[in-house]
């Protein structure tokens, strides 16, 4: 947990403290293989344990937290096998939803896509891989969301929670951010043509760049994102208090 977290309002609680909770793991304040103690938790959020075991079930539904026996919830690490599965699952995920968008998209939301191309292009000549990353989860998301299937959007959405803490990493396996950036590019030429099917295809391939690298390598672990220097761990109440009666 970051030092000195507000306490989150009594409103729809447990979306609350599961929002808090994957942002701090997403943006790796909380790292993989940390664990999370329900009683310093509960204390720094100024919450009962109650509602926050419900959002650390959330969390372990969409594969971000592990619920270890004994141990409580542990920030999920994903293994090489885990994260090329997952590259794939998105592979088909939005090769769909793009054949869906096309049709649909309007000029508007075709420029929109443009000036987002542009951003990705600016961020890449600065070397800014946060505002990169950024615009480009955006860039997909609202390929996704065009493709005017809810279904497709949340399943979709919860795969990349699970991915996003390594997804800075897919720069270095396709070679860098220029060349990201000039896929997208590629990609909106098509769908500019209205050509679902290219479309399609170049984002199938964009998409498999990083899995082939990923497979070559396969044999090595992956390696956690580095810490944010800002955040100060909470120590394991475990060590330190005693268990309650449920035995957490």
Request: glycine letters at 6%; aromatic letters at 2%; charged letters at 30%.
């Amino acid at each position: 947990m970051s030092a000195g977290a507000p306490p989150l309002e009594n409103r729809t609680l447990r979306e609350q403290v599961a929002d808090h909770l994957r942002e701090e793991i997403l943006s790796s304040r909380l790292a993989p293989g940390e664990e999370l103690g329900e009683v310093a938790l509960a204390r720094s959020l100024g919450i009962s344990r109650g509602p926050l075991r419900e959002a650390l079930g959330q969390l372990a539904a969409e594969g971000l937290v592990t619920i270890v026996p004994r141990r409580g919830a542990v920030v999920r690490r994903l293994t090489h096998k885990e994260f090329i599965d997952a590259y794939q699952v998105r592979e088909a995920l939005e090769s769909l939803a793009i054949k869906l968008a096309v049709p649909r998209l309007s000029a508007g939301e075709k420029a929109e896509l443009h000036r987002m191309a542009e951003e990705m292009e600016r961020a890449a000549d600065a070397e800014d891989i946060d505002r990169f990353f950024e615009i480009n989860r955006r860039f997909h998301a609202r390929l996704v969301h065009a493709s005017d299937n809810q279904k497709l959007a949340d399943v979709h959405g919860q795969l990349v929670a699970q991915m996003a803490r390594l997804l800075k990493q897919s720069v270095e396996l396709r070679g860098g951010m220029a060349q990201s950036a000039a896929e997208h590019r590629a990609i909106l030429e098509a769908v500019d043509a209205g050509d679902p099917v290219r479309a399609a295809r170049l984002l199938e391939e964009h998409i498999e760049v990083p899995q082939r690298m990923l497979r070559s390598v396969a044999t090595n672990p992956i390696p956690d994102p580095e810490p944010n220097p800002n955040h100060d761990p909470e120590p394991n109440p475990n060590h330190d208090e005693e268990p309650s009666a449920d035995g957490r």
